[in-house]
């Protein structure tokens, strides 16, 4: 790549076969990051060394630092599948993308809970989403924004767009954040712990023990610990309790999550673009999931080129039910604050 010092600048090159659906197939696909804060710089550099994409915009009011943050990943793109950078403050620059990530959004504080965030966050969903609706019509929306179950379930009246469409990262950092600490403790990888938290993104989350697996053993029933202990109630909760308070110690002691949510956006985006159908525990509006109703949260669900596909009904046992239907009670009370 040149010295180009012009972010807008692209490079073209013959685009790269990418993996669907059991085939290879050639595609010219386009993400859209919306934000170019920490999250969505991480974000855009997540997907690009992975080759999620062909072609990536970003779009931020910030003009000087949407293209400076696009410029310095794209002059890294020579270590990386093929693929263009582009900034811009102009909304155009998302036109006709294939998924449009949102990660703009009031920036957490110490000691601010994500639901404290709703009312100014709501109001640049307000600015933000008709005219990016507008240049991609025909994109899946991907919320990153906090709190992300009151955006998605508020940006999706505001946006007019399907459900299936218009879906929030939801769990999915938290259930990575519940198989590291799980695998940490029982002294295997993380690729082999199966175990979702699902509900809010935030204080109410409900981790599934009940259906936590370790390889093909049942979480409950996996005995001693590398440690030497067992996963009784009182190493369960303070697993849990370390899932909840991580991000509130990561922005205590750098000011903002931004790496693993990049990553974790990234296996979304990855997910919908080759057409996996992965299970992922994402935000959705739901209806009549489990009882629950009027509200987005997280739930394990088929994921897609498509969208979303099938929310899955786990068997749950009643005290996970119960904490299901207080963390929707929870989220459902703060939209309900601001008319929705």
């Known amino acids: 790549m040149s010295d180009n010092p012009n972010p807008e600048a692209?490079?073209?090159?013959?685009?790269?076969?990418?993996?669907?659906?059991?085939?290879?197939?050639?595609?010219?696909t386009k993400v859209s990051v919306i934000g170019a804060g920490a999250v969505g710089s991480a974000c855009t550099y997540a997907m690009m060394i992975k080759g999620v994409a062909r072609h990536y915009a970003m779009y931020d009011i910030a003009e000087d630092?949407?293209?400076?943050?696009?410029?310095?990943?794209?002059?890294?793109?020579?270590?990386?599948p093929v693929s263009t950078v582009v900034g811009s403050s102009d909304i155009e620059v998302i036109k006709d993308s294939d998924v449009v990530v949102v990660t703009a959004g009031a920036k957490q504080k110490p000691g601010q809970s994500r639901l404290d965030l709703a009312g100014a966050t709501i109001n640049?969903?307000?600015?933000?989403?008709?005219?990016?609706?507008?240049?991609?019509?025909?994109?899946?929306?991907?919320?990153?924004?906090?709190?992300?179950?009151?955006?998605?379930?508020?940006g999706l009246k505001i946006?007019?767009?399907?459900?299936?469409?218009?879906?929030?990262?939801?769990?999915v950092l938290d259930s990575s954040r519940l198989r590291y600490l799980v695998a940490q403790d029982c002294g295997v990888a993380p690729q082999t712990v199966h175990a979702y938290i699902v509900?809010?993104?935030?204080?109410?989350?409900?981790?599934?023990?009940?259906?936590?697996?370790?390889?093909?053993?049942?979480?409950?029933?996996?005995g001693e610990t590398a440690s030497g202990k067992t996963l009784d109630d009182r190493e369960r909760e303070a697993i849990h309790r370390e899932v909840v308070n991580s991000a509130y110690k990561i922005i205590d002691g750098k000011?903002?999550?931004?790496?693993?949510?990049?990553?974790?956006?990234?296996?979304?985006?990855?997910?919908?673009?080759?057409?996996?159908?992965?299970?992922l525990p994402v935000s959705s509006q739901l209806?009549?999931?489990?009882?629950?109703?009027?509200?987005?949260?997280s739930v394990p669900t088929v994921v897609g080129r498509d969208g979303l596909g099938?929310?899955?009904?786990?068997?749950?046992?009643?005290?996970?039910?119960?904490?299901?239907?207080?963390?929707?009670?929870?989220?459902?009370?703060?939209?309900?604050?601001?008319?929705?």
């Open 10 to 28: 692209e490079v073209e090159a013959t685009p790269v076969p990418v993996v669907s659906s059991g085939k290879v197939t050639e595609v010219n």
């Open 65 to 80: 630092k949407v293209k400076a943050e696009a410029l310095d990943i794209a002059q890294g793109s020579q270590f990386a």
């Open 124 to 154: 640049i969903m307000k600015n933000i989403l008709p005219a990016a609706v507008e240049q991609a019509p025909n994109a899946i929306f991907l919320i990153v924004s906090n709190p992300v179950d009151v955006v998605t379930y508020t």
């Open 159 to 171: 946006s007019g767009m399907s459900p299936d469409r218009f879906f929030g990262s939801g769990t």
């Open 199 to 222: 509900g809010e993104h935030g204080d109410s989350e409900i981790p599934l023990w009940s259906s936590a697996m370790i390889g093909a053993v049942p979480l409950l029933q996996w």
């Open 255 to 279: 000011g903002a999550t931004n790496y693993a949510i990049g990553l974790s956006v990234s296996h979304i985006v990855s997910t919908i673009l080759r057409d996996e159908r992965r299970v």
């Open 287 to 297: 209806n009549d999931w489990l009882g629950v109703s009027n509200v987005a949260m």
């Open 310 to 340: 099938r929310r899955l009904v786990p068997v749950v046992t009643p005290r996970e039910f119960e904490g299901l239907r207080a963390s929707a009670d929870s989220i459902r009370a703060v939209a309900a604050k601001f008319g929705y």
